[in-house]
């Protein structure tokens, strides 16, 4: 199997977005009750800096991996899409409402592409944390064991979605009207175009596992699960 070599760009923003917090592009990324800022010389959009060091995911995602992913792929996206949208009507316009106004529209695709990436890795880096998994908080557990009968299930549910997601793509704990279900997404799309309320995800692009596992995703999203994933970040989501 071949890495893929998508050249978008990937800043997410949160529930809350990315805002523009002055002309110098100095950008605010928010989500979750997490802030941090993040500035570039000449871009309205920066990429945000990293919850965590590099190296704290290891073993399950090594330095190596991370410095490619976050440092090249989710990089270049951020690039690509400022240099799409510099003198365009969305120089300056948040991350989120690029994406909702160029979604689904063919004209549009590239700048769609390249900042729903931002949007989905910025979202993906907090869904982990260095000393993640375990059991949700409390009120989330509830409502996981409510929809899913058991949180075994919906974890059970997360990898097969990881797993079965054919080619490049992601899967999602979304909120739904009160229920919390499992979703997959391909290429770029995001839970922000479809009115649901994204909780966490996992990428399943190459790009985040081949270094480390080759061709076994379905290794590499157990892992994550098991290991990684960022209960208490998806807690306050749900808020």
């Known amino acids: 199997m071949s890495m893929n070599t998508d050249n978008g760009f990937s800043p997410v923003l949160s529930r809350r977005g990315f805002l523009a917090a002055s002309a110098s592009a100095a950008v605010l990324f928010a989500v979750g009750g997490f802030s941090c800022s993040a500035k570039t010389s000449s871009s309205p959009l920066g990429l945000p800096p990293l919850p965590y060091p590099e190296n ?26 400022n240099q799409l949208i510099k003198g365009s009507e969305f120089e300056n316009t948040p991350l989120e409402k690029i ?39 409390a009120a989330l557990k509830q409502k996981i064991e409510a929809s899913f009968g058991s949180l075994d299930a919906c974890k059970k549910a997360l990898l097969n979605a990881a797993v079965t997601q054919f080619g490049s793509g992601w899967a999602w704990l979304v909120a739904d ?20 309320k994204p909780l966490l995800t996992i ?16 290794d590499y ?19």
């Open 99 to 137: 994406i909702t106004a160029t979604a689904g529209k063919e004209d549009q695709k590239a700048i769609f592409n390249n900042a729903a990436q931002s949007w989905n890795h910025a979202f993906y880096w907090r869904s982990l944390a260095p000393k993640g998994g375990g059991e949700p908080p």
């Open 56 to 81: 704290t995911l290891a073993p399950v995602i090594s330095a190596n991996a991370m410095g490619f992913h976050y440092g090249k792929h989710h990089k270049a996206y951020v690039d690509n899409l």
């Open 221 to 239: 999203a157990a892992a994550v699960i098991d290991k990684l994933i960022n209960w208490n970040f998806a807690a306050q989501n749900l808020v």
């Open 177 to 196: 009207s009160g229920t919390i279900k499992v979703i997959q997404t391909a290429n770029a799309e995001t839970p922000l175009t479809m009115g649901l």
């Open 203 to 218: 990428d399943v692009w190459e790009h985040a596992y081949y270094l480390d596992y080759q061709n076994r995703r379905a």
